[in-house]
């Protein structure tokens, strides 16, 4: 279990975890969630203490870029890919183009309107709800984005085995998922006391999220990416703060 998270962390965070022989991602998927809700919880506290502080959209920023500096823009860099992906005529093309590290106007455009609408969405979260109520959709949202990779890993082929993604996607077992995507459900528990149906919009966008990026993939690319698994991760956690924000009214 402690191998499982160490993995996990060193995988979705910059976060200095030591080195071990038998590093296993696919073994440590059930963790995913777990990393997950840490980050979201340390985004939602930076996000508070700085609005004590700070103007609620200087604090929303500080915040976005507490998280890219945690997570080494890990998924915002498969948002980015995907985006730019999209550009090619046929699936060879798209893979070419995804592997390419230099990042095109569709990857730029991508992420700099993801980040927007992450610094958006908290800012009106610290105008709406008190600290608690920040840190707990923060930290859902964070584990939900993590799991929904993993729903994504699971239903689709590699679409190019010897990527980043290869290892976890051919790994993967149904029960790993399963415990991941129970995780990342039982987080929802935390928006509770702010409200039930912010709870259920939050689970239905985390579902909903990835089922569409796997749609797309499958037609675009004939499988998953390790981009492919970034850019669900950061439109499950856009969409989720949308969800929250348009039931709280």
Do not use: N
């Not at 995988?11 to 071990?20: D, E, I, K, Q, S």
């Not at 584990?143 to 679409?159: E, F, G, I, K, Y």
């Not at 966008?205 to 390790?226: I, K, S, Y």
């Amino acid at each position: 279990m402690i191998s499982g998270l160490r993995d996990a962390t060193s995988f979705l965070t910059r976060v200095p975890v030591p080195a071990r022989q038998g590093f296993d991602l696919a073994g440590a998927a059930w963790a995913f969630p777990v990393v997950g809700a840490g980050v979201g919880a340390l985004v939602g506290a930076v996000a508070w203490s700085g609005h004590l502080l700070l103007p609620t959209l200087v604090a929303a920023t500080l915040a976005v870029l507490a998280e890219v500096v945690l997570t080494g823009a890990l998924h915002l860099d498969g948002l980015a890919d995907c985006a730019d992906g999209c550009g090619g005529h046929d699936r060879a093309t798209r893979l070419r183009i995804m592997k390419d590290h230099a990042v095109g106007v569709y990857g730029a455009a991508a992420v700099v309107l993801a980040l927007l609408l992450q610094v958006a969405a908290i800012d009106a979260l610290l105008g709406t709800l008190d600290g608690w109520g920040v840190v707990a959709v923060l930290a859902s949202v964070g584990a939900l984005s993590r799991s929904a990779m993993l729903t994504v890993a699971l239903r689709l082929p590699s679409a190019r085995p010897e990527g980043t993604a290869g290892p976890l996607v051919r790994g993967l077992l149904p029960a790993q998922v399963l415990v991941a995507v129970g995780l990342g459900t039982v987080s929802t528990l935390l928006i509770w006391p702010v409200g039930v149906w912010v709870a259920v919009g939050v689970l239905l966008a985390a579902f909903a999220t990835p089922w569409l990026v796997e749609m797309w993939a499958d037609r675009m690319l004939g499988g998953a990416t390790g981009d492919v698994l970034g850019a669900t991760a950061v439109l499950t956690q856009v969409t989720g703060l949308l969800a929250a924000l348009a039931v709280l009214g």
